[in-house]
């Protein structure tokens, strides 16, 4: 059961374009949402993240959209740039009483093209 | 500021041999720990979680086991390696609150043969 899903595998933008990447979670318990960057070989880098309490944050190029009753959040990535290129996971966490334990998405392959 | 390493960095097992993965984090201390595999194509896939020394829980049930033996120490390790145990592992580490974002090391490509 694939608890948060990114249907898009893949993503081709231009530079200087906006970049969305999206994914869906249906745990209505998940109450804290982050994306991950990722290239080949590395360790996932950590970007944004927002809280079940706000709709939106925003951080330099990236902003994060969440909408609660679609179980929804969106990447917006503005201006693309050609070091975007990577694979980008979303990741849900809920409250375990313990640790706060990451379910990820399968990611999408951005592109951006010059 | 914080670090995590991992090592090795890449790994060639035959079928049947042991494995020991490392990971150390500095520049904190009593942080949650977590092994993450990420199968070719997939998504990661939470293996463990340490919330202090001697303390682990298991996610899913497989051929691997972890254990914490120091605080900011965590290690993934195998009797026998499966072929299906091929795949990239990544550990992380948070500052232990409930809700809190988790930072990955570089990862351990591991080719099971």
């Known amino acids: 059961d694939q608890q948060v899903k990114q249907n898009s595998p893949s993503l081709s933008v231009q530079e200087g374009r906006i970049s969305i990447l999206n994914c869906d979670y249906t745990?209505?318990?998940?109450?804290?949402f982050l994306w991950y960057k990722k290239y080949p070989a590395e360790g996932p880098t950590f970007l944004i993240s927002?809280?079940?309490?706000?709709d939106k944050n925003e951080d330099g190029r990236f902003t994060v959209f969440l909408n609660k009753s679609a179980k929804h959040l969106s990447l917006h990535i503005v201006p693309s740039q050609p070091g975007d290129s990577a694979v980008y996971f979303c990741?849900?966490?809920?409250?375990?009483?313990?640790?706060?334990?990451?379910?990820f998405g399968t990611g999408t392959r951005l592109q951006v093209t010059l | 500021s914080q670090t995590i390493h991992q090592w090795p960095a890449t790994l060639v097992q035959p079928v049947g041999s042991p494995l020991s993965l490392e990971c150390t984090v500095e520049?904190?201390?009593?942080?949650?720990l977590y092994w993450y595999r990420q199968a070719a194509g997939r998504g990661l896939q939470l293996l463990f979680y340490?919330?202090?020394?001697?303390?682990i829980s298991s996610e899913v049930p497989q051929n691997l086991s972890a254990s914490r033996p120091q605080d900011r120490q965590f290690i993934l390790s195998s009797k026998k390696l499966l072929l299906s145990d091929s795949g990239f592992y990544l550990c992380?580490?948070?500052?232990?609150?409930?809700?809190?974002?988790?930072?990955f090391g570089p990862g351990t490509r591991l080719t099971v043969l």
């Open positions: 990741a849900a966490s809920g409250n375990t009483g313990t640790a706060s334990k990451l379910t």
């Open positions: 520049g904190t201390s009593n942080p949650n």
């Open positions: 927002i809280s079940s309490i706000k």
């Open positions: 340490s919330v202090g020394i001697g303390q």
């Open positions: 992380a580490w948070n500052g232990g609150r409930v809700v809190d974002t988790q930072y």
């Open positions: 745990n209505s318990m998940f109450d804290y």
